[in-house]
């Protein structure tokens, strides 16, 4: 994927996101505790796990972050953009 077009994709979902590299999309989300943090990856999970498509995430204590990419293709894809923006609305 350009540059030019992630950066058109990035507009369109939370502004929380970063684009690292033209490779990847990164956000971090915090919580109260570490149940908090827990339940937001497992409702990632069962999205990512519905869409087929996976995110890697890393989480602890009120902290998660997600960094998706397509694998496959070792960079971005249209379809990241979605899946960040289908995290967004949890």
Do not use: P, Y
């Not at 950066?7 to 919580?31: A, P």
């Not at 796990?49 to 009120?62: I, K, L, S």
């Not at 397509?70 to 249209?78: A, D, P, S, Y």
Request: hydrophobic share 45%; aromatic share 12%; charged share 25%.
């Amino acid at each position: 994927m350009e540059e030019a077009d992630a950066l058109d994709l990035l507009s369109q979902i939370n502004g929380d996101w970063n684009l690292v590299e033209v490779h990847h999309l990164e956000r971090v989300w915090t919580f109260r505790d570490f149940l908090e943090a827990l339940d937001f990856v497992n409702q990632a999970g069962a999205i990512c796990e519905t869409e087929g498509h996976h995110a890697d995430f890393e989480f602890g204590w009120g902290r998660v972050k997600a960094i998706i990419w397509t694998h496959k293709i070792n960079g971005l894809t249209e379809s990241d953009f979605i899946l960040a923006a289908k995290l967004d609305r949890i």
